[in-house]
């Protein structure tokens, strides 16, 4: 079971990237998907999460509207659109996949993990 992330790199303040996370090895029919980040000396925390379904989304409050999670079920994949970086964005970021609800993700990292994770992808917001 892997999930891969790809599409980190260098953006300048109010740039754009957009990160993909390819998922394999099992179904992933009923699970969650979103993305963590950990910027250096800080706690990992959830950015984003999308619902099996695609019909419900989480964002922590300092990427609401700036950041937009999606997923292609027919890919097994999950992509981050980031828009509008801060330096504040800087970190590397996780992909996850879980069965729980995603609005509890912060929660059940917290205190019991999440299922599967990825391997991490940096992204730098630097001028």
């Known amino acids: 079971v892997q999930l891969v992330e790809s599409g980190g790199g260098v953006a300048q303040p109010g740039g754009s990237l957009r990160l993909s996370c390819a998922a394999s090895g099992r179904s992933f029919v009923g699970y969650g998907l979103g993305w963590f980040r950990q910027a250096p000396g800080k706690e990992r925390e959830v950015v984003a999460a999308?619902?099996?379904?695609?019909?419900?989304?989480y964002y922590r409050d300092s990427v609401k509207g700036r950041f937009t999670v999606s997923r292609d079920n027919a890919k097994n994949t999950v992509y981050l659109q980031m828009n509008s970086l801060k330096p504040e964005d800087t970190a590397v970021y996780y992909c996850?996949?879980?069965?729980?609800?995603?609005?509890?993700?912060?929660?059940?990292?917290?205190?019991?993990?999440?299922?599967?994770w990825g391997t991490g992808t940096l992204v730098t917001v630097s001028s």
């Open positions: 996850a996949a879980d069965q729980s609800p995603i609005e509890g993700w912060e929660t059940k990292y917290y205190y019991r993990g999440m299922e599967i």
């Open positions: 999308i619902t099996w379904s695609g019909d419900s989304t």
